[in-house]
């Protein structure tokens, strides 16, 4: 499972253009230890897996099920150790079929209860259950946003590494039509603001204005956006009191929200 989850990291990686140089940049990981991550030398953090995700604006459901399978298999709970089996008669030498041994029995019962419970955490992370915790080694995050308060002004937050995982607050959320969902995000090391939406369609507008006066706004294009994280530029801010967000869809009236 481990390297299958490192084959799709790389696969998304490559998809994407980044550079590892880029990785390092703009998530909290160092440029060695993505390399480490991508090539199946190293556990990889859950933290690694949503930060390359967002980075990428890949959905992070099937890739995070992955990632607990592989960290089953590192922290060693898929390969349960067999308990010593007893000699039986041989069945030649009684003519009878050897008694199948207790231990065995409690082996196998071992064995499949390892699966059953790897399964029924990835079903859940695919259901979009319960967050699960890194098990696989660790380490000190990199924090280096790109920019601060008012330099961060109109810029991407993941282009300025200000939404790396670990990095944000979500100071609100709120469900519009057609299941678009809005978050409003803050990252406290980069002093910003911003919107996330998901469930985007083509032609669909979000706006982000501040008691400041300054208005944020992104428009989702195509199809390459439909289903996938999509965040207005970033604003000034460390507080979501008196923003006000609205979602505009084409030939309806916009539907607003306060903080």
Not at 37 to 58: F, H, I, M
Not at 194 to 201: A, M, P
Request: glycine share 12%.
């Amino acid at each position: 499972m481990s390297g299958q989850l490192a084959e799709r990291l790389r696969e998304i990686r490559d998809r994407s253009g980044l550079s590892l140089a880029a990785l390092a940049a703009r998530t909290p990981y160092s440029k060695s230890s993505w390399e480490r991550y991508l090539n199946g030398k190293k556990p990889v953090p859950r933290q690694a897996v949503e930060a390359l995700c967002e980075l990428t604006g890949t959905p992070a459901g099937r890739l995070l099920a992955l990632w607990e399978l592989a960290d089953a298999e590192w922290s060693g709970r898929a390969r349960p150790v067999p308990a010593p089996v007893p000699e039986e008669p041989d069945r030649a030498a009684t003519g009878r079929p050897a008694p199948v041994s207790r231990s065995g029995v409690r082996w196998w019962a071992v064995a499949v209860a390892g699966v059953v419970v790897a399964c029924l955490a990835a079903a859940a992370l695919l259901d979009g259950g319960p967050d699960g915790r890194s098990r696989a080694a660790t380490e000190p995050l990199v924090r280096n946003p790109g920019c601060r308060a008012a330099g961060c002004e109109g810029r991407s937050p993941v282009a300025m590494g200000c939404g790396g995982a670990g990095m944000i607050t979500t100071l609100a959320t709120h469900t519009a039509s057609g299941g678009r969902r809005l978050e409003l995000r803050h990252a406290r090391l980069c002093h910003t603001v911003w919107v996330r939406s998901t469930g985007l369609l083509p032609g669909d507008r979000v706006e982000l204005s501040l008691p400041t006066g300054h208005t944020q706004r992104v428009t989702a294009e195509g199809g390459r956006d439909a289903g996938q994280y999509l965040a207005t530029p970033m604003a000034a801010g460390d507080s979501g009191a008196g923003t006000r967000i609205c979602l505009e869809v084409p030939g309806s009236r916009p539907e607003c929200f306060t903080g």
